[in-house]
Every structure is written in C-alpha cells, then in structure tokens.
C-alpha cells in the first residue's frame, strides 16, 4: 500500500495555469508559486463575482476519535465524483498548521486517491499565509509593547494587555510567560503568553473579510489592552492598522491548487475549529461559488464545533447557506463513540455501533435544526463487515436520512458516485429552510451561549467563571453583549469533557473566560479545559521527517 | 523628486523568465513567485557549476552614520553600469529583514534610480526564506523543550539551553523572559530569550550551506544546550536534522530578481553584519558567479564588521577571494565622523572632512592588509562642494586609492560608468595577493580574537569578562578553540563604543560572552553592550504603512 505522499509524488501534475483555464482564469489572473500552486489577483476576483453562484455542500463529521474519520478525504473525493458524472465542481478548504503537521495529526490534504496536491507544500510553508498572518500579529504585540514602553500615550494598563503573541507551532512552553524582564532598556515586564497562529484574531480575519478595505476596517477594531480606566485600546488607536493589512496583502488572495483528478481547488486560511471559528476564507469560498456549479468545502472537527460555527458566524459573511450538509462518519469511530478500546475495532461489534450511533445521530439532528437537508457518509474501511454496514443503514433510516458508503480513499473519483448522485438529488429535491438556532441580533451573548449548548451539545446547563460573569457585565458597556459567540471547546467530546463519548447528557459546561476578537467580530468562549497553544506528543512526527538531496520530502504523512 | 516606491511602482518591470534567459536559464530552471520573482530550482544550479566563474567585485564602506552611506545603491547602480560598459554582470544581494523595515531602516533593496525589484515585495515576505528560518528555528525550539518536558533522555540541564526562539522584528520586550510557567503540564520553567530572525544560526548555515547535505549536516552539528555533565546536546542527538531541513527545502535555494535597468539580481539570505556573519549565500553568490563575467556583491555595514566577516569567515566556504574591493563613503558620513551634527551636514567644512576621513582611511589600509586591490566610491550629494570634493580627492591620492564620484541614486548606470571602468581596469592591471590577517587552522580563538581588534578596529587590547574566560578554556576540552571568529559590535565605531566616530585608538574591546555557533563553524563574540534583539523607536516605519484596495504598497522606503 502506497504511502499518501508516495501516491502525491507518483502523481504527475498540471500546471496550474491550465487547472486556472478550466474555471476560466488565464495566466493574467494568477500569482504563481511554483507551477502549480497560485494566488488569485484581486481583479479577477473582482470578475468573478458576475459570475452565476454554485450549489454549497457543506461536509461535517461526527467527534473525532483516534480511529480518524476522514472528513478532508471524503470532501476531496466527493469533489472529484461530482466532476467525474458531469457535475462542475470546485473544492474549497482550509490551509494546514504546521503545528499538527510536525506534532501528531499530520497534514490535512486528505489522503490516498482523495489528496489536493502538492501535498508537501501545502503542508509545509504552502504560499506564505501562515507565516504572513503570525507576522501581523505578532508585529502588532511589537509595536503595541512599544507604545507602552515609549511613553505610553494611550494610558494602557500593562496588566490588562489581551493580545497575544503566536507561533505556527506546538509549543507548551510558550503558554504562559513573563517578557520584558532585564531593566528599564528591555521593555515593560509583565505576564504574557503565546497562541498556535490559528487562533490568532488575525487569521479570524482574514477568513471573513470580503477585500482588502474591510480587512483593514476589522484590523482596526481589534482591542489589544485596556487603559488604566478600563476603556479598550484597539489596533485603531494605535494607527498601525495600515502596516498590518500591508503585511497581509497577498495572505488575504485566495490559493487555486488541483486534487489527483485536476479538480480545481481553493486552500485558503485555516483557523482551527476548536479554539477558532474553523472555516476557510469568505473570499476563497465565493470564488469558488463563482467557478463552479457545485462547491464542496468542509468546516473543522464536528458539527458541534465547525458546523456550528459555519452556520452561525460564516454564513452571516459569506451571505449564503449550504445547499445541502455531508456528516461524515466510519464505523469504527462509531464504535469507540460506543465504547471499544482502538486495539479492537477491526471485529465486529454491533453493540458497540449501535450505542457509539448516538452521536452521528445527535449531530443529524442538530444540522436539521438549521433546516437543512443532510447526507451521512461513511468512509469504508476494509475491517467494515457486512453485518455492521447493514445496521448503521437500518440506524440511518430510523432517522430518516440518506447514507452512502464511500471509498474515495482507495479508489478516488469512483468510490464517491453513488454520494455524488445522492447529493445533486438531494439538493434537487429536498427542502431546503436555513434558520439560524437563535435570533442573532436580539440574543445576549449568555442566551445564544446557553442554546448551543442545550440545543447543539445536548447539554443541561452553563456555569460561568466569576471573571466570565464579570465580563459579560463589562461587555454591555462595551456593546459587545450582542455579538455572535465563537465557542472553544475540545473536539472530542460534545460536552467540554473529552472523555464523554457518544452523546452524553445531563452535562454542564463550564465558561472559563470570554476572549473579546471585536475585529472578527464575535466573543470567543473558553470551555472547560480546552488550551489556545497545543503540546507536542512525546514522539512527534517531526522525528520521522526528512528531506533527499534533490529537496524531496521525506515521511509527511 | 519621487520616492523610492514611487520610482518602483513607476518602473515596467520585465518578466523574471526573460531575465533568466539572460543568464541562460529557462522556465523550468526556475521556480516562480508571482510574475517577477523566482527560485533557482537545484538542478539549474548544478548545471551552473559547469560555467566559467567571473571576477568578484566586494562593496562595502565607512562606518555607518546617520548621514546615509548608501551602499546597496552603490552596489546596485555599479552593476547597472558595468552592464551598460558592455561588461555582463550580476548582482549578489543580501534580502531585508521586517525588523529594520518596520523600525527605523527603512528596506535595503538599494534607493532613487539604483533599486531592486519589486521593491515592496522583497522588503515585505519575499520568497518566504526568512520565514521558513524563523519557523525551522522556533521549531527547533518546541522539539527541544518537549524532549526535556517528555522525560528528558539526554539528561539536559534546562539551566544550559543555549538555544534562543526568534522573530523577524523588532521586539525589545522579548529579549529577556522567563518560559514553561503554570505548572506541569505547560512544560519546564526557565530563562530564555528571542533573538532577531537574522541572528539565528539557521541563517547562518542557510547561507553558509552548499547544498541539501551540506545544510543538513550543518543543521546536525547546532549546539542546543549542555547536560547535567556540561557536555554539548546537538540537534543531531535530537534526530531532528532531517526535519529542520525539509522546513529549508525551498528557503535554500536562491532567489533572482532585476534591477529598474534589467541586471538580474541574486537576493538571497540576510545575516546582519554587527551580530551575525552579514553575507548573502554562498549558493547565490556562486550561482551570479557563474551567470556573469562581473558579479558585484556587498557585506553588512562597514568593513570592520561585513567586510573583515567576508574575507575571514565566507571566503574559505566560496572558495573564491573577492578580485577588488570597493569602500564606499559621502563627504556628509565623512564630516559626521569629523565631529559636524547631523543638522550642520549642508555647510561646507573642510576641518570635518580631513578629520573624519581617518574613518576611511582605516579602512581602506584594513582591506589592503589582505592583499586585496581597493577603489574608492564616493556617493554623491547636491550638497558636496567642489572644496570638499578636491580636498577628498587629495586625501585619497596620499592613501595612494583610486576614487570616483557616483551619481546612481540620480542618474542610474550614467551615475557609475567612471567607477565601472576604474574597477575593470583595477581588476585587470592591479596585483590581488589576497591572503587572511591570522593563521586560520592554527591561532587560537583569543588569538583570532585580539589579532581582529588589533589589526582591523585599531584597539589595544582585549578583555574578557569571566564569563568568558570560562567559556575559552571550556570549548577547548569540546575541541573548538580553532573555529572562526564572528566578532558582535557596534556598527557605528571601530571600537566597541558606538560614540567613538572617526579611527579611535587606545581603546580596549570588552569580549562579553561567546555563543557557540558549531553549525556554522563559527563562535560569535559578543562585544560591548551589542544586542541581538533590537527594538523599535518611538515613532516606527510601521506608522507610515499602508495598502490601497488594490493592493498596492504605501509608505514603504
């Protein structure tokens, strides 16, 4: 069996100017990196938008567990499908961090004969977005330390600076520090700490501005820090918003690569959808809206977190809702959702697939809340027994929904036909009904926190912290107390306990802190235990990475 | 008169592939960033071994003053004008840093008619090699800390991490500061600090490295830290050399660009001359040595720092000794260094300009102490009076150096014609007997040390701080006593004293620290109060920034 990058390397590419072709861009249109990756000039994005709008199918997934599900696999290849029976089709997907990618998880291209390659680029420095984003930020903290430290016009409190700093890394030694330490030259000492970069406000950003005025409008409202008077400090009052939307030029021009098959695909921005908001860039989404008849893009972890997020925080931007959702599941994560250890999902245990249903089953129904028409899809696997594949059918029709298995993995385009023909019947016929879960504009931040729990994660009740209490006062003053909330919560678990499988109930959820990203324009809320810097693993992937003389990569995965 | 960006914005740029096609390299030679910037792919770089080498003109100058040297548009416009005599040439740059871009420098791609192109791109991200350092270093970082978090094999002693994080900016206030806070789980408490992204090893060795190999065992050889035994940790014990230099893969190889007249340009590679090495690659300088009959090449600031790092540390890896040196200085630097201020620089002062011309004339008997044939070039202002300009003259004619007038930052190639042709006739008629100031195999570090503070700076003597002296017998017993020297000053004196302006003599130098650089092949010798993180002024660069909706650069200089 073919290693994932074997298969990318065997692969002979197109160049990227006839992949442009196909959605109509000609070379004018195109930044090049390399011959086959390109950024998108904003005049062609600007054309683009006269273009008819495509279909959107949004692809979610169950709770991850260790036993991987496989969503970026399923959304690549269902891409490849709807091209191979006809249907015109662009993908649009998130960028990888190279914190996972050097830590445990490795890339996030998909995998087998449903990647978007190169698939080494993309997951090492790709066109520089990443690197573009953790400049701005941490340029910002530069500039902002400055300030304070130069005669500190603004009045800020050193004590209540809430900017961070980041790295596109895993680095736990960076959580929780103290900087400018060493006497009066060396700054102004006090505590600070690092986040991983996507889940800087930045990248927040620079997935949901719609051009280059609007991101430079959202830079400016970022708060970085209060003054000794309690009033935010933000970016505007610095007047450094010009410097970081410059920073931020070519970062915020959406990248155009290709999978196996040369479907066209737009990578562009990747917040994770734990600590972030968890999906692609408003401009990458429309410009492929604007090249295809059908799009298929997917949002991070479960539905509970980046499905949730989708329809509640992109949506409003992006100005247009799924046509139909894709949950993507594997019988073997439903049977550790059901309780069997990962040394024993190759047997068969239908009990285990059964209980471990639970929580594909809460996650249909919660993406029906919205009104929208949804499509499970199990990505098979060889240790899959018939008497498993006709029980998780018979647990689907008792939900009254679409199931198809698919074997993009193994067999590309042609394992994905049968779900490609249910997906353009579904949208053909299926109602369709987009409606937010709570009244965006009229809800506090507490009520519209309390309906997802209640109504997404099945939860009971919420406790909040007594700095969150705090600052849900503080955040009236401010008028803040009606923005959307982005919920930062583990991925495993549709509670905020990682161990809860399934889908548990008769939970709380703890609100630890709220974190104000007035740029990005919503309220981020620190659930349970759940960390804005990950940690490395005690062997991590980079240990197994190398490169030969001619610069080829060596063990990505 | 126009800005620098307003002159590159107004400058119709040639396709970077019919630039390459000048030196004989094709589409496929290179890899593309956006329309006018490229990569030089490995095997365009092996084929080039086979061409004839030409000569190897040095720039470098004074030392810097407030006034402005303008060493890169010398460099930049000689090139422009040996093309224009009919002499085919290349320029071999060094690429900026966003510290000094942000803060007070300004970008480093030359000024007025003698510039590299597209000036806001290389000033900004470029082709990404600063990031793709600054990530590979910080990586090693996290690798680092997560294995003394994760069990500690190696038996490091966390008090002995030597190895520093960094960024590309200017940020005083993490120069000192304390990591691995907040229990357990957030990794080990100690004292780090971050150094400027130019500062790092890595940088060093990317541009010190021959080929992937090469790089690879370079990164192996880094010292990390000491064990409880005190004896070195390399990057090597960790196993994460093969990881480090895939993150490199793309950073090494060199980048080629065009000037506004069309003479490629090879920008690649950007230690600063006053803490690091201050020499662009060894792969770019050979690559333009075996694209042209001339290459013009430049080191960081004056010749005690970029000049003497050139000749001791670059040379012996190039293989190739520079075939004439160029100092260049303005009569405005000169006067400064004879005591004149910065507002006083317009008024005609003959006193002045005798006394600090002991600055070059330093200099220009430092450069003939390696054999090496010099040329004087005079940047050129409106307000250099015929008085000065004949007294100048004279003086150089007692030092017994050629000198010319230069006019590129006005004029372009017409600005340099007289000095193109005095260095094709100096390289054509003078002796180069080029040979080093100390034995390099055989005198000790301290004799390296004393021989470059007596011989190049002018001082008397050398003290060490006990810390240092420590440090020299220690690195005896690790077998590092012979390495190079890489002297950390002052770029503003000869001595360790910025205020000292003009030939100070009778100073002492006052050797701070060492810092092992084995992957280099260097140890650097902190002198003075040298810092390796600058900070940003009270009014930075980054105030003036900004970006049209069109994405075009503003306030860039």
């Known amino acids: 069996m073919k290693s994932d990058i074997e298969i990318s390397q065997a692969t002979s590419l197109t160049p990227i100017t006839e992949i442009a072709e196909k959605i109509n861009l000609s070379f004018d249109d195109l930044e090049l990196h390399g011959k086959y990756k390109a950024k998108i000039e904003f005049d062609a994005l600007d054309r683009m938008k006269k273009n008819p709008e495509g279909k959107l199918i949004l692809v979610t997934s169950i709770n991850p567990t260790p036993a991987g599900e496989g969503k970026s696999t399923i959304t690549i290849g269902l891409g490849d499908a709807l091209n191979k ?43 520089g977005d990443m690197h573009a984003i953790t400049t701005a930020n941490n340029a910002l903290s530069a500039l902002l330390d400055n300030h304070i430290h130069q005669g500190n016009e603004l009045n800020i409190d050193a ?46 950003i620079l997935c949901l501005a719609t051009d280059i005025n609007d991101l430079k409008r959202r830079l400016s409202n970022i708060v970085v820090a209060y003054t000794f008077e309690r009033e935010p400090v ?21 990248n155009l690569v290709q999978t196996i098959y040369q479907t066209p695909a737009f990578v562009h921005g990747g917040p994770f959808a734990n600590i972030a908001h968890g999906c692609n860039s408003i401009l990458a989404t429309r410009a492929a809206l604007h090249s295809g008849d059908y799009v298929v893009t997917e949002a991070g972890f479960g539905a509970d977190l980046g499905g949730e997020k989708f329809l509640d925080i992109k949506v409003p931007s992006l100005g247009k809702a799924p046509d139909a959702v894709v949950i993507v599941a594997t019988i073997r994560a439903l049977k550790m959702h059901g309780g069997v250890a990962k040394t024993d ?11 471990g249903f639970s929580n594909l089953a809460k996650h249909i129904r919660n993406m029906r809340k919205y009104g929208l028409p949804v499509v499970v899809a199990i990505n098979q696997f060889i240790s899959d027994t018939d008497k498993e594949i006709e029980l998780l059918k018979e647990l689907c029709a008792n939900e009254d929904v679409k199931v198809e298995l698919a074997s993009v993995w193994e067999k590309g385009p042609d394992g994905g036909i049968d779900l490609a023909n249910t997906l353009v019947e579904t949208i053909a016929t299926e109602e369709n009904n987009f409606h937010s879960i709570f009244s965006r504009d009229h809800d506090d931040l507490n009520e519209k926190v309390e309906t997802i729990v209640r109504e997404i994660y099945g939860g009971s009740d919420v406790v909040y912290s007594k700095k969150a209490l705090q600052q849900l006062a503080s955040f009236k003053k401010y008028g803040w107390d009606r923005l959307p909330v982005c919920m930062a919560k583990t991925q495993y678990s549709l509670s905020d306990d990682p161990t809860k499988l399934g889908a548990p109930s008769d939970f709380d959820v703890t609100i630890r802190e709220f974190v104000p990203k007035i740029g990005a324009g919503f309220i981020v809320a620190l659930t349970g235990d759940v960390m804005t810097m990950p940690g490395l693993p005690k062997k991590p992937a980079a240990l197994n990475m190398d490169v030969d003389e001619k610069g080829n990569a060596i063990g990505l995965f």
Chains 1, 2 share one sequence.
């Open 345 to 355: 999902l190759s047997a068969e245990n239908l009990t285990a697939l059964k209980n």
């Open 159 to 204: 004590r209540r600076v809430i900017w961070k700093r980041v790295v596109d890394l895993n680095d736990r030694e960076l959580r929780h520090i103290t900087v400018g330490l060493g006497g009066p030259i060396n700054g102004v000492p006090r505590e600070d700490g690092f986040d991983i970069t996507v889940a800087s406000e930045i990248m927040a």
């Open 234 to 254: 933000t970016v505007g009052d610095l007047k450094i918003e010009g410097a970081l939307a410059l920073v931020l030029k070519d970062a915020i021009k959406p």
């Open 85 to 127: 029976i006809g249907k015109k089709t662009v993908i649009a997907l998130r960028e990888p961090s190279l914190g996972p990618v050097m830590g445990i998880k490795g890339g996030a291209t998909g995998g087998g004969y449903a990647q978007v390659l190169p698939m080494e680029d993309i997951n090492l420095h790709f066109t």
